[in-house]
């Protein structure tokens, strides 16, 4: 079982200092659904940003920790026990995404005539290396770690050990983009050939899909949805708690998408803190009553 924590995070612009998050405390467990809910303004996004390491921000207090469970990885690897707990703000992306925290989709604006399935496969490739990197192969594992690194690009030429091949790609990929009701001709469409909103928040499910994290945090994964796409996206989620058992933060303007994907816990940011936690109820209050009460019951006045 993996548990992301923030604690006490607080966070301003970085070329300026009108502070943002004034101490965000949130716990998220393997298996679980926590919907992250606010007005516009209250630093939801910020909170995501801010986890995955957006350069606009500064962290001027507070902590993104990532606790391991010693049989995270199964027999594939030994965690030391100094190695169970690790602060995602000192690391890099990858490192980020091989401790199995899923971030949201980062669109690699350098890269051109990349394919969907080539992209997703080096990305799946490029966290089952960063994971040897960090962790010692279990013994009794005869492939020494040898760091081949990529000779031309990171998209061609055969799979290392250790990595997947494009034809058992093709199966996980296949059978994911079924999940989500994806289209197989999606994965042949190049990286940059312009996704529309809705195909880009499937792209994101579809890539937390195949990294099969612990823990994802979604921003506004349901902005700019149609029903029908809304509740694709929403099945997938629900798969990935359900089969992966990747516990989630989902991000969110409105209860819409919480009919569909139903929260185990709701949180209520406001002015950079999250002020009120509850269960699902706590969604419907606010689809009732709206935010002003919150801002009532905390503040004293709306
Ligand atoms: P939410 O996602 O809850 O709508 P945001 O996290 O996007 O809110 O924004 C929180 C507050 O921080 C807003 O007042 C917003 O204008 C401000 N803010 C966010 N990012 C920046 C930035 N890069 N520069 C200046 N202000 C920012
Ligand atoms: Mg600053
Ligand atoms: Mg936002």
Redesign the pocket.
Known sequence: MARLELKNLHAE????D?K?LEGVNLEVETGEIHALM????????????VVAGHP??EVTEGEVLIHLDENEFGDEFEIDEDQLTWNLLELEPNERAALGVFLGFQYPAEIEGVTMSNFLRTALNAKIEEREELFEEDEGDEDEEEDEGFETSPMEGPADEGEVGVAEFQEILSEKMEQLDMDEKFARRYLNAGFSGGEKKQNEVLQAAILEPSVAVL??IDSGLDIDRLQDVSAGINALRDEVGTGILQ?T?YQRILDYVEPDHVHI?LD?QVVKSGDASLAEELEDKGYDWVREEVYGTA
Request: no cysteine; net charge negative.
């Open positions: 612009v970085a070329d300026g009108e943002i606010g007005p516009n303004g209250s630093g939801k996004s910020t909170t995501a940003k606009a921000y921003d506004e991000i303007h940011m950079g």
